[in-house]
């Protein structure tokens, strides 16, 4: 069963930034694409974005620009840089290896995620 660890989460100021890590195990890692998601409070949780296996990547509107991924296959690890933080980024983070197409998640077993605070 695959194994996901997501660190980095913390309390940040608006406009400040934030570097997540996901370290992943018990998968072919550099096979998958990886997505990054998150879900706030009463929402549903929904898709950051994903890095493909080759390295291409694609974001959500709401964070383009502001967000990079990317990945380093000798760790099995992949990163979610988040600059210019706003209060609607406030939400638990995770990641999951991903469908290169549409980006849904594709093991039903998460990480514990990781928590990022946007707050003044």
């Known amino acids: 069963q695959v194994q996901l660890v997501e660190s980095g989460g913390g309390l940040v100021q608006p406009g400040g930034s934030l570097r997540l890590s996901c370290a992943a195990s018990?998968?072919?890692?550099?096979?998958?694409?990886m997505g990054w998601y998150r879900q706030a409070p009463g929402k549903q949780r929904e898709l950051v974005g994903i890095?493909?296996?080759?390295?291409?990547?694609r974001y959500a509107d709401s964070v383009k620009g502001r967000f990079t991924i990317s990945r380093d296959n000798a760790k099995n690890t992949v990163y979610l840089q988040m600059n210019s933080l706003n209060v609607e980024d406030t939400a638990a983070y995770y990641c999951n290896a991903a469908t290169p197409g549409g980006g849904s998640p594709l093991f039903s077993s998460w990480g514990q995620g990781t928590q990022v605070t946007v707050s003044s």
């Open positions: 890095i493909s296996s080759s390295g291409i990547t």
């Open positions: 018990r998968i072919i890692f550099k096979s998958y694409a």
